[in-house]
């Protein structure tokens, strides 16, 4: 490693922490109806929302109420989408005169934009017209995330609020995430890609003669309004095929890195917004720590494994590097790593680089990042209110160890919550062992894997993961453009968003009616060293335990073979 790679993961952190608790405390101040900047721009705005669609914000839902309006909401968004993708042909802003998609496609991509996954068995730009682009995925790519805050938002009232029954309203929290949270931010960053070089334009694309003499027809449109919102929403769905690789999603180190903060700042700063929820900012220290420790963990072995020569190459008296296969040439390996660490930390699953050419532990890495829930910051909203349910495990094994009733905050958990916690746990495993096992012993869904062996099942593994903990990015090499893979992954990225946000607002409903008991002397405290260790251990504990064999099945076999 260079001076300039460590300048950039330094800038990197100092980009995403030093402006988090601002921010933070702006997202609660917004989501709390309070006076802003922002509200004499986007004030009248939200009220012309509310009076054109019925709403009075000052009514609040129970969590039955909360959860059916979410559930509207998002399958209006899913028949919407579903229906612009197949119509696409018949639909205005087309210049290439792109078909509609083939409908088990058109399924999986509805599905993949409306849970936030952005799992992509097509190329944007050789697939989707403008208008599906702009009116169909960007859309998506806002009102996914705005439903992510959403749902956190209820469960830090249903945490920090007693004896109610009321957890907010879902349609001004949607309103509110979206016109003061998302909008102005993507704004400023489309503007800024803009200016290193990113296209926003609805002209066609360009005939060009290459200087070998071949014809080359170079991809345009409105590139830079959803590139924005794509990382600033931890969607990660590239306008390009090749993601933030191509030079006209990513072109310059500068874009590179403020693309790179961009996953990752919402959902630190969101860590901070339930600290002025639950009134103790010390809460939110103790999870952000937990969140950096698993993330430098990670990091680091990425970093080490990339820096080592592959053993098979057996360059002895050739002074040796870091293999450059499926890095970006433009960035180098240090850049393309991190990149590769966060966007699978945040449930964003965009890349700057071929996950497929990691070295084997760095693959592992990935896994294990999205393995664990998506919650090292995961996605917006979505990345805290997962470790705020692995918060309440910790809390409920400290218990156990002390002989006490678990509380969190003064919220007692009992039986109801316990069951509910087991059922988030059941989400990942189901999406990723038991799917994956399928798509793996059948001979035709098998067939879609490129590679034998360890990393052929590598391929597959990453696949069915990325699609159930919401990421999206894939491990390359993966024809996931079947119809078995189309509807079975569909399936698995909607329980990996559903089956957690169902119970989470059953287990915000149940918080929020109880009492809050006084803290003293024998209350377990959630804010110091021993409780990061004791959260950042059960994490770690409970996604080895679950996955540590199908990962000895697939990147560690990978990685013992290579001296061989």
């Known amino acids: 490693m260079h001076g300039y790679d460590y300048l950039l993961i330094l800038a990197f952190f100092a980009l995403v922490l030093l402006p988090a608790p601002l921010l933070g405390r702006f997202y609660y101040n917004v989501m709390e109806g309070k006076r802003t900047f922002l509200t004499p721009v986007m004030g009248p705005v939200e009220r012309i929302c509310y009076r054109l669609s019925g709403v009075d914000p000052a009514i609040e839902h129970n969590w039955k109420t909360y959860t059916i309006a979410l559930l509207a909401f998002n399958l209006a968004g899913f028949v919407v989408l579903f229906a612009i993708l197949l119509m696409q042909g018949s639909l205005p802003l087309n210049p290439q005169g792109l078909p509609g998609m083939e409908w088990s496609l058109a399924f999986n991509t509805a599905m993949s934009f409306v849970t936030n996954t952005n799992w992509q068995n097509y190329s944007g730009e050789a697939s989707l017209s403008y208008l599906s682009q702009m009116a169909g995925l960007t859309v998506q790519n806002f009102v996914s995330a705005a439903t992510g805050i959403a749902v956190l938002v209820a469960f830090c009232r249903g945490i920090s609020r007693r004896s109610t029954q009321h957890l907010g309203n879902f349609w001004a929290d949607m309103t509110r995430a979206t016109l003061y949270g998302l909008l102005p931010m993507c704004i400023l960053l489309a503007l800024f890609l803009v200016w290193q070089g990113v296209p926003q334009t609805f002209a066609h694309y360009v005939d060009a003669v290459t200087l070998q003499g071949t014809d080359q027809t170079i991809p345009l449109g409105p590139a830079a309004s959803q590139i924005a919102i794509k990382q600033l929403g931890t969607n990660g769905g590239g306008f390009f095929g090749v993601n933030s690789a191509h030079p006209f999603e990513n072109p310059t180190g500068l874009s590179n890195l403020f693309e790179l903060v961009s996953i990752i700042l919402i959902p630190a700063a969101l860590v901070f917004t339930f600290g002025h929820y639950v009134k103790d900012l010390r809460q939110s220290r103790a999870i952000i720590a937990c969140m950096l420790v698993l993330l430098l963990i990670g990091g680091a072995t990425s970093l080490w494994a990339e820096y080592q020569p592959n053993p098979t190459l057996n360059m002895a008296t050739v002074e040796q ?93 009992q039986a109801r919550e316990v069951k509910l916690l087991v059922a988030t746990l059941i989400v990942m495993p189901v999406g990723v ?73 059953a287990l915000a409903g149940s918080l929020a009616a109880k009492k809050t008991a006084p803290l003293n002397q024998n209350s377990f405290p959630t804010h110091g060293p021993l409780f990061v260790t004791l959260l950042t251990v059960t994490i770690l504990l409970v996604g080895g335990l679950t996955f540590l064999p199908t990962l000895a099945l697939g990147p560690i076999a990978e990685h013992l073979s290579l001296a061989f």
């Open 433 to 505: 062992l038991v799917f994956g096992a399928v798509a793996a012993s059948l001979p035709g869904p098998a067939g879609s894997v490129s590679n034998p062996g360890a990393h052929g099942f590598s391929q597959l593994l990453y696949a069915y993961t990325s699609a159930t903990a919401n990421n999206g990015s894939a491990f390359g090499g993966f024809s996931g453009n079947t119809l078995f893979h189309n509807l079975l992954m569909s399936l698995s990225m909607f329980i990996g968003r559903f089956g957690y946000i169902l119970p989470v607002l």
């Open 321 to 413: 590097t870091a293999p450059m296969e499926g890095k970006e040439t433009r960035f180098g390996t240090t850049a393309t790593v991190l990149w590769a660490t966060a966007t699978t930390a945040a449930s964003n699953g965009s890349v700057n680089g071929m996950h497929d050419s990691l070295n084997p532990l760095s693959g592992m890495v990935a896994l294990a990042n999205m393995m664990v829930g998506e919650v090292i910051f995961g996605g917006v909203g979505a990345g805290l209110y997962g470790m705020l349910l692995n918060v309440l495990i910790a809390v409920f094994l400290a218990g156990l160890m002390i002989g006490r009733t678990p509380e969190y905050l003064g919220k007692k958990l």
